[in-house]
């Protein structure tokens, strides 16, 4: 009897000390977090109740409704309760209403800026000053992160209830990166996806009705997110040392069958469509000085403006094409100078408000005439 307590009092004990040492260490880790250090700003950002997106579809996403993301700069990107950057919209469309839906990656949807510094806000204002007697909306269906293929799931989910009048394709960046991969297979290939795995653990917890125990506790406590960090840096390190392979063909073939598609909705719907090539400063003489390689690059900036190119000979193509056949598509080629720049491919306002006068001038065409 006599050992069985001075077991349990040493089990006691040592559960005592484990759980003040985890008390400790939580408080350290908070500590660190609100004193700026850089790995404790990393744990402080796993809190699994702070991810700035949600499921859309079956292997689509959007930005959550209501989000807002903080830029380094101070600058802010606010989603409405629809999930995208801008003036909710009504549904059905109003009489007397145009509206122009984009679609593109984080340089439609506007990297560093404030919510009136976009691409939508000024291609907004521009096309409502031309026509008071329209009410125009600009409906800024981009997001960070997407490709073609999430693209074309966004005008299936949100782009077709809205009711657009002309749809503008900006897109020919984050699909380089698929060129890293031989073969690309299935629809979505998997190694298209990011932030799978948050969002798998989000679809879970919207089939089942709550955030799991686990998150819980990962909302609750820094030490439960260590294991993320951990994970984190193993796969920056990993990145970091592997070699980039290809460009693949397949990644060409994946961006025209996924345009293809968001072409033969707007076809389906009956409005034009505007296809773009976004801007890119990589070979510009007056690019930015900083342009640290990104995770949507090739090997190198030559080689990755070299596919970059292809894409866009593809979205040529594909205008040329379907014109040919007798549907309303349009390219364009935006060119900017580096100024305009904030890195290879994101603009500064200026370069947004830029952005926004070409697209006006391709869709003036479009406009009803006035009573």
């Not at 109003?94 to 839906?101: L, N, S, Y």
């Not at 960046?173 to 290939?189: E, I, K, Q, S, T």
């Not at 100078?337 to 952005?355: S, Y």
Request: proline share 7%; aromatic share 8%.
């Amino acid at each position: 009897m006599a050992s069985v307590k001075r077991v349990a009092a040493i089990g006691a004990l040592l559960g005592g000390s484990l759980c003040v040492a985890a008390a400790i260490a939580e408080v350290a880790v908070r500590l660190l977090a609100s004193a700026g250090a850089p790995i404790a700003r990393e744990v402080a950002a796993l809190d699994p109740y702070a991810i700035k997106i949600e499921p859309h579809g079956a292997f689509g996403y959007r930005q959550r409704a209501g989000a807002v993301l903080k830029y380094p700069n101070g600058t802010r990107a606010t989603a409405n309760a629809e999930g995208f950057r801008g003036p909710e919209v009504a549904v059905p469309k109003p009489a007397g209403t145009f509206r122009v839906e984009l679609f593109g990656e984080s340089s439609t949807h506007g990297w560093y800026v404030d919510d009136d510094q976009t691409i939508d806000a000024y291609l907004r204002a521009e096309l409502a000053s031309e026509r008071p007697d329209l009410h125009v909306d600009v409906v800024n269906l981009a997001y960070d992160g997407y490709d073609v293929y999430q693209m074309w799931q966004r005008l299936l989910d949100d782009g077709v209830r809205f009711q657009p009048d002309v749809i503008v394709v900006n897109a020919g960046v984050n699909d380089v990166h698929n060129a890293r991969f031989r073969g690309l297979r299935g629809d979505p290939d998997p190694r298209t996806l990011i932030w799978e795995a948050d969002l798998q653990r989000l679809r879970q917890e919207q089939a089942t009705g709550g955030p799991t125990l686990w998150t819980r506790i990962k909302h609750l406590s820094y030490l439960a997110r260590l294991p993320g960090v951990v994970r984190g840096s193993l796969r920056r390190r990993s990145a970091a040392d592997s070699t980039v392979h290809g460009p693949y063909p397949e990644a060409a073939d994946n961006f025209q069958r996924n345009v293809e598609r968001m072409a033969d909705v707007a076809g389906r719907l009956g409005v034009p469509l505007l296809l773009s090539t976004p801007p890119s400063a990589l070979l510009l003489p007056d690019a930015p000085k900083r342009m640290p390689p990104r995770s949507y690059w090739l090997a190198d900036a030559a080689a990755t403006q070299r596919y970059r190119d292809t894409l866009a000979a593809r979205l040529r193509q594909i205008a040329a094409r379907r014109t040919a056949a007798g549907q309303r598509v349009v390219y364009l080629a935006p060119k900017l100078p580096g100024r305009l720049f904030l890195d290879d491919v994101h603009l500064t306002a200026e370069g947004n408000r830029a952005m926004a006068e070409a697209f006006a001038t391709a869709i003036r065409p479009y406009l009803p005439p006035k009573r």
